[in-house]
């Protein structure tokens, strides 16, 4: 392990969704799904790293696809999706949304990355 951690003080998904339930209204239980699916790579990178794959601008709009565009309450109420999508990303990134450029921007080539790969000037275009 690299010795980093979500610690505490990093919000559980149930904790994401009762703040959702304070900010839009409803009950937690129905925001669940939506949190729950941002922190699922948590099973598969249990440090805060698992965030690089989910928590960005693409993954609000990924999570809009899975679940459309609005969430419907008990109530009635209509909930953009992507609002709690960024609800979820800003509490967990500290108030900011990062773009997959910030994720992986600086991430290094590794041979194994462009196995197979041809250039862009080999391609079967006109």
């Not at 609005?70 to 108030?95: A, F, N, W, Y």
Request: with cysteine; proline share 8%.
């Amino acid at each position: 392990m690299s010795g980093l951690r979500d610690t505490a003080a990093v919000a559980h998904p149930y904790h994401h969704a009762v703040s959702s339930s304070k900010k839009f209204g409803g009950q937690p239980e129905e925001f669940l799904p939506i949190h729950a699916w941002f922190d699922q790579t948590k099973a598969h990178l249990p440090d805060v790293r698992h965030r690089a794959v989910l928590h960005s601008s693409l993954g609000i709009f990924l999570c809009e696809q899975v679940f459309g565009p609005t969430l419907e309450l008990s109530t009635g109420k209509r909930i953009p999706v992507r609002l709690i999508g960024e609800q979820h990303v800003m509490e967990d990134m500290g108030g900011v949304i990062p773009t997959v450029q910030d994720w992986l921007g600086e991430l290094p080539l590794r041979p194994w990355m462009v196995r197979g790969a041809r250039d862009l000037s080999e391609g079967d275009g006109p």
